[in-house]
């Protein structure tokens, strides 16, 4: 179970991509992820494997918003992220009401990829390899 929830004070015009995913890499450890670009950044950026926290750099997306439903790819500031989104459904909204306006884009899909983090012993790091996680990612561009 995933729960997204944000609270604090957003400024006029603010905007994000964001990604999230939670399931099993393919050595079988239990993998969630959670990347953003803009609003809050990296600190809000980490990745948890077999329930161990392991803070990331910010997200970076790659990917064509007049073409959602197309490849994403995502990776980290750090390096410790190269992820691939193959998206297979979307849900959109595109609102004007003159003084509030929203483009919001949420693709589900699988996520594939590779997570390369410290090993908690001995220095050296760990690659964590993802084969379709299931997760979402978005694109939201709002003037409230």
Same mark, same amino acid.
């Given at each position: 179970?995933?729960?997204?929830?944000?609270? !604090?004070? +957003?400024?006029?015009?603010?905007?994000? =991509?964001? @990604? *999230?995913?939670?399931? %099993?890499?393919?050595?079988?450890?239990? #993998?969630?992820?959670?990347?953003?670009?803009?609003?809050?950044?990296?600190?809000?950026?980490?990745?948890?494997?077999? !329930?161990? +926290?392991?803070?990331?750099?910010?997200? =970076?997306? @790659? *990917?064509?918003?007049? %073409?959602?439903?197309?490849?994403?790819? #995502?990776?980290?500031?750090?390096?410790?992220?190269?992820?691939?989104?193959?998206?297979?459904?979307?849900?959109?909204?595109?609102?004007?009401?003159?003084?509030?306006?929203?483009?919001?884009?949420?693709?589900?899909g699988?996520?594939?990829?590779?997570v390369?983090?410290?090993?908690?012993?001995?220095?050296?790091?760990?690659?964590?390899?993802?084969?379709?996680?299931?997760?979402?990612s978005?694109?939201?561009?709002?003037?409230?």
């Open positions: 179970l995933g729960v997204d929830h944000t609270r !604090g004070y +957003l400024a006029r015009r603010t905007a994000w =991509r964001w @990604a *999230y995913m939670m399931g %099993e890499t393919t050595q079988g450890k239990t #993998v969630v992820v959670n990347l953003v670009e803009g609003f809050v950044g990296e600190p809000e950026c980490s990745v948890w494997i077999d !329930g161990v +926290l392991h803070p990331v750099g910010e997200g =970076r997306f @790659a *990917y064509d918003p007049a %073409e959602p439903l197309s490849p994403w790819r #995502v990776t980290t500031t750090c390096g410790a992220v190269d992820l691939q989104f193959k998206p297979f459904a979307i849900h959109r909204e595109k609102k004007d009401l003159v003084i509030v306006k929203s483009n919001f884009l949420q693709p589900v699988g996520w594939s990829g590779t390369r983090l410290p090993e908690a012993r001995g220095g050296g790091s760990a690659t964590h390899f993802l084969d379709d996680v299931p997760g979402v978005e694109h939201q561009d709002v003037l409230w």
